[in-house]
């Protein structure tokens, strides 16, 4: 009989911790759930406000891009131009030297001297 006494209180104290965790478990359910609703109102009101605010990083980083467009068209400009004075200062300099080099040409055929005969033996 007093193996009996044990699972009573056995069964009496499981019951109330059953219990007990039955009401954390709800209340932890009860909270996520307030906190999963706060978050889809938040999100209906963040859709429902009008996008100035992408509309204004869009035009910042627009305005940006024309800036870095014409900073590139004016340094793309400024190497042409340097480019075309190196290859005029370039072409000043061979063109006396090539006038020095020219090949002079050949004397006629009267005063060239006829070329040796091979023979072959």
């Known amino acids: 009989m ?5 699972w009573r209180l ?3 104290g499981g019951m109330s911790l059953l ?7 709800w209340q932890a359910v009860a909270r996520q759930t307030d906190t999963l609703n706060q978050v889809m109102e938040r999100l209906g009101e963040l859709e429902k406000t009008p996008q100035t605010n992408n509309s204004r990083l869009l035009e910042e980083q627009l ?3 024309k800036v870095r ?9 400024d190497l042409l131009e340097e480019q075309q004075s190196i290859a005029k200062r370039e072409e ?3 063109q006396p030297q090539a006038e020095t080099w020219q090949v002079q040409p050949e004397p006629p055929a009267s ?11």
């Open 111 to 121: 005063l060239t001297p006829p070329p040796p005969e091979l023979t072959t033996p």
């Open 19 to 25: 219990t007990v965790l039955f009401f954390v478990i």
């Open 10 to 12: 056995i069964g009496a």
């Open 92 to 94: 000043a300099y061979v």
């Open 69 to 77: 467009l014409n900073n590139q068209g004016k340094t793309l400009n």
């Open 2 to 6: 007093k193996n009996w006494n044990y």
């Open 63 to 65: 305005h940006s891009l």
